[in-house]
Structures are given as C-alpha cells and as structure tokens.
Nanobody, 114 residues
Framework: QVQLVESGGGLVQAGGSLRLSCAAS????????MGWYRQAPGKQRDLVAT???????NYADSVKGRFTISRYNAKRTVYLQMNSLKPEDTAVYYC????????WGQGTQVTVSD
C-alpha cells in the first residue's frame, strides 16, 4: 500500500518542543527526497524542510536553527524535531515524498499557544 502516516502533533506552549514522525511505505521511501510542509488556516501550503536519501537538508528561513529534519532509513521514517516553537508555527503539517507532485500524508495539527 502506498502511504505516508504522520504522528506527533498536538498542543504546546510557545517555547516548547514537538517531534513529528512520518512512516512511509517502501515505494515512497525509495524516492530520493522526503519533506515536511505546513498549511496555516487561510494560507497556502509551504515548504518547511526536505532531506535527500544522502542526508542533505534544506529549510525554510522561518524555521532555520529551530527545526531539524532527519530520516531513519531502516524504519522508513522521517522526523521533524521542532524546538523553540512560536504561535506562528501553528498549522497542519504534512509529510511529503517526491515533491509537490508526489505523495502526501493526511496531515497532523500543531498548535502553539502564547
């Protein structure tokens, strides 16, 4: 089955941390680049971070120094460690395989309170 399953979202106070996980089916994880995107209410879906199979990473300017993307190939899982969270990080976070024309998870809500 071709799927991406996210977990780890929730409610946290500003300054707190959360770790998102994304479990991928074999066919998706074989794609070179995995990533996380987010979509706040009334806004477009934006890139948060990506990671290649070789471990090269790319981050949106707004999360650099606070978020870390990683992948554990043996478990076909991608992680997003989010530290120093801000209210403006509130969004639905989506796991992605293969870019915007690729595969998407169902999304997980992250809410950061003041």
């Amino acid at each position: 089955q071709v799927q991406l399953v996210e977990s780890g979202g929730g409610l946290v106070q500003a300054g707190g941390s959360l770790r998102l996980s994304c479990a991928a089916s074999r066919i998706i994880f074989s794609i070179n680049t995995m990533g996380w995107y987010r979509q706040a209410p009334g806004k477009q879906r934006d890139l948060v971070a990506t990671i290649t199979s070789g471990g090269s990473t790319n981050y949106a300017d707004s999360v650099k120094g606070r978020f870390t993307i990683s992948r554990y190939n043996a478990k076909r899982t991608v992680y997003l460690q989010m530290n120093s969270l801000k209210p403006e990080d509130t969004a639905v976070y989506y796991c992605n395989g293969g870019g915007t024309s690729g595969y998407w998870g169902q999304g997980t809500q992250v809410t950061v309170s003041d």
